[in-house]
């Protein structure tokens, strides 16, 4: 108890005096930036819960706090203040003054600061947590929209960043304010009188009927918190596919989906990439094969002549990424409208690849010419 209470007071005298709900949006808001940041944490669903508090609730209830740091009180009307009378509840009886006396007059005055006093007191608790969640939605698109104008961008980094210091400066400043309070005044969070109540609930109950009811309600509870935490935990698996995709270098040495060759000559070179992308939620082992395919058009048939594969790959990838092979293409025949087939297979290959047993294929078109042609037609291609 002694280590406990002196750990306790090495903390600076403005931490220690924090009052408990400040704290917790603190220690929630740092909670979140460790499961976002910190390597290993931020892969699990512990990202997903801190961070829906973060953005959905915490800056909101920082700038409640920061503007109403009074404890809010029902409005009591004259209909109420009669009912409390007749029924002796909390009033006692007492006959009306003469009207037009010092009594009447003084009464009424009292009456009216009464009226005033309650209607300058802030806001209850219910009004309280419905205007944080509907700030925090207004709060954070403005900042994104903020860093939309500046180098940072919206980003993650600067926006967890800049709710956070949003955050803890609406808390300083609920500190100060809510200290300025009467002690009488301040707003607290009553949680030990709601612990009390639920202890008492729970393992007191009136009745058999209300310990049931409890013991329901806590299997109920039980099971919406544990259905939501699996539903965060294993999300439900999406479509399984494969991207399949062929890139380019351009003249900034950018891979770009353009700028296939379409014609070369017997044994030039042309330097391509072949890009795979596994979204299949396991470990993948790909096979790429590539054919030099002469085709004929019979009607909408594309019929296959001659095939010769000129290169072959394996690349494993894991799921939600990609890969890239450079390919190096160079025709050893000439031909006129050669077809560049690119066929993918998942773990094995068939003794024949073709586009029919592929799983995913691509192709581009090219026509190969010889040295001496290419050199005779050239000038064709000047303008």
Request: proline share 7%; net charge negative.
């Amino acid at each position: 108890m002694s280590d406990r209470r002196t750990a306790w007071l090495l903390l600076p005298q403005p931490v220690r005096r924090l009052p408990a709900d400040l704290a917790a949006v603190v220690v929630l808001t740092l909670l979140t930036l460790g499961s976002v940041f910190i390597p290993g944490i931020n892969e699990t669903p512990l990202r997903v819960i801190f961070g829906l508090g973060f953005v959905l609730f915490l800056p909101g209830y920082a700038l409640i706090a920061a503007l109403f740091p009074e404890k809010g009180s029902r409005e009591v009307s004259a209909d109420d203040d009669q009912t409390q009378t007749e029924t002796g509840s909390e009033t006692e009886t007492k006959p009306s003054p003469v009207p037009g006396s010092d009594a009447a007059e003084t009464g009424s005055s009292q009456s009216t600061e009464r009226s005033e006093h309650t209607q300058q007191q802030g806001i209850d608790g219910i009004e309280r947590v419905a205007l944080s969640f509907g700030l925090s939605i207004a709060i954070v698109p403005l900042i994104g929209l903020v860093l939309n104008f500046t180098p940072w961008g919206i980003r993650l980094a600067p926006i967890a960043l800049s709710v956070t210091v949003f955050t803890l400066a609406c808390v300083s400043i609920a500190a100060k304010r809510r200290r300025e309070v009467p002690a009488e005044e301040r707003f607290r969070v009553p949680y030990r009188a709601w612990i009390a109540a639920g202890k008492a609930e729970l393992f007191d109950p009136d009745s058999r009927t209300d310990a049931a009811l409890n013991i329901a309600l806590v299997l109920s509870v039980l099971l919406a918190v544990g259905s939501v935490g699996y539903a965060v935990a294993v999300p439900p698996q999406g479509e399984q596919f494969s991207e399949f995709y062929l890139l380019s270098e351009s003249d900034d040495g950018e891979l770009v989906a353009d700028g296939y060759p379409d014609e070369l000559e017997v044994g030039e070179q042309s330097e391509l990439v072949v890009g795979i992308g596994n979204n299949e939620y396991e470990l993948t082992t790909y096979t790429v094969v590539i054919q030099l395919q002469t085709v004929e058009q019979d009607g909408n048939t594309t019929i296959v002549r001659e095939r010769e594969e000129i290169d072959r790959f394996q690349a494993t990838v894991e799921h939600n990424n990609s890969h890239h092979e450079p390919h190096t293409v160079q025709p050893t025949q000439p031909g006129e409208n050669i077809r560049v087939k690119y066929l993918l297979f998942k773990d094995s290959v068939p003794e024949t690849p073709t586009q029919e047993n592929a799983y995913r294929d691509l192709h581009i078109w090219i026509d190969v010419l010889n040295p001496n042609e290419a050199s005779r037609l050239a000038p064709q291609f000047r303008y």
